[in-house]
């Protein structure tokens, strides 16, 4: 199995953008959706670009244009999937996350993570 | 109902944004269109980084640098030839940088800029032209605004003559990387 590149915080938002959008996730979509990930955070359309392009040139996605549409005036979109090299950077960049978060909780202990959920942790699973 | 974006502003965003990304950016902000304000906010933020990222798939480093070196070179034979004082003054050597610096930009640019598919002879002369020209434009901008770093007009026009022929050549050469993977197409 090809070994996936490291990935970044911001390209985690923008692959499980895509991951979590299907076959609908282009520019306005995976903007929206990363805005949604990322909280309180402000995120430009234009550093969604940026990421797409260099995710697709690290090869973890790709991208066809659709057919016009009258609500963008006539123009095609540009769709993105996850390649399977994206989606194990993305299982990686999880494990990490997962790791981390166990050994918060090993030192700040279980009352504290139940807060967190409580603060933090609404919408999540 | 929103509506659409006014046709002035839509103009203006597409001519600023790379001819390869133009439909699918015009296309999202179109769809994100609420107002005129929100529109140019939206397209002030997007079109810098989608040039930014355009320059970033389109430039080879190696080729910039070839291509700096070459204009360096060729502004100092010019300058050797025509105003030998200028090699040996202070900031003389410094003085010659700055049109090769500006003219890499604008080959840069011009690469970000070009039209998608497969370029034609024709293409790197032209994109040297225009590269070496508009820095022969701002030279004798700033010479005409009084700045002491400007050069004198016969080592632009010489140098820069030298530099298209050259920077047209490595052109030819080394044609920009506009090939990278696009999957599923």
Known sequence: MTKADS???FEQLVLTAILTLYEEAYGVTIHAKVQDLAGAKAVSLGAVYVTLDRLEDKGLISSWLTDPTPERGGRAKRCY???????RALEESAATAKRVWDSIVRVWGKEWARRWRKEWGKGTA | MPGRPPRALEAIVGFLTPPACREVVLGDLH???????????DAWYAVPCVVYS??????????LLMDALLLYVAFMAAARQF??????????LMRLAIPAGIAVVMLA???????????????????????VGLTGVAQTAFSAAGFSFALPLWIVLAGGSFGVVGVSIIGMLFPPDDHRPRGAG
């Open chain 1, 7 to 9: 990935i970044g915080q």
């Open chain 2, 54 to 63: 355009r320059i970033r798939r389109t430039a080879d480093p190696g080729v």
């Open chain 2, 83 to 92: 105003d030998r004082e200028l090699l040996y003054s202070r900031l003389g």
């Open chain 2, 31 to 41: 769809e994100r269109y609420r107002s005129p304000m929100q529109y140019i906010s």
């Open chain 1, 81 to 87: 999937r996850l390649e399977a090299v994206g989606e």
């Open chain 2, 109 to 131: 640019l011009a690469d970000a800029y070009a039209r998608p598919g497969r370029p034609t002879a024709l293409r790197p002369l032209m994109q040297a032209t225009l590269g």
